[in-house]
């Protein structure tokens, strides 16, 4: 299983920080379950969350890209799941890259949360729902708190490295 290995689950506490999801529209079960593990994380680090929903996964990183304008972090969710064609490869490789891209070019960290399956029953498995293994919406709010408060740290550390913060 893919969470062997995850590190413990540390979350902070009234850290203020601004944080929007961003989440594609496709598999409302899976979706469902991976937006309320994220937004319950954000909730426990006292953070302030919005939720704008994306039309897919491929437009995910354009969503991400404008909301990061206005948010400390960025949660990136969707599940592409394999079918009989290359357009899996395609979405997630084209998703993965745009994301880096957003994250690099803005400043913003960008928790990912893209599923990327083989069956539907990987992404329940992995979706925070009752009888999944896994919350991966929570451990990617998780990722993009940790990230924007290791980054604050260090902007705190060299005032004038200008890390920049995409705002």
């Not at 991966?136 to 913060?165: C, M, N, V, W, Y």
Request: charged share 15%.
């Amino acid at each position: 299983m893919s969470g062997a290995g995850a590190p413990t689950d540390v979350v902070p506490t009234d850290t203020g920080l601004a944080v929007t999801i961003v989440a594609a529209r496709w598999h409302d079960t899976v979706m469902d379950g991976l937006i309320a593990g994220a937004v319950e994380l954000c909730e426990q680090a006292g953070a302030k969350v919005s939720v704008l929903r994306a039309a897919g996964a491929f437009e995910v990183p354009l969503v991400a890209a404008n909301a990061a304008r206005g948010a400390d972090a960025v949660v990136a969710l969707a599940v592409v799941i394999r079918g009989g064609t290359p357009h899996f490869d395609y979405v997630c490789s084209s998703v993965t890259d745009g994301l880096t891209q957003v994250a690099l070019s803005t400043g913003v960290p960008i928790g990912f949360g893209v599923l990327t399956c083989d069956t539907e029953q990987q992404a329940l498995d992995r979706a925070g729902l009752e009888g999944s293994t896994e919350n991966k919406g929570r451990e990617s709010a998780l990722a993009a708190i940790d990230t924007a408060l290791t980054l604050a740290k260090l902007q705190a550390s060299a005032p004038g490295r200008g890390l920049g913060f995409g705002r």
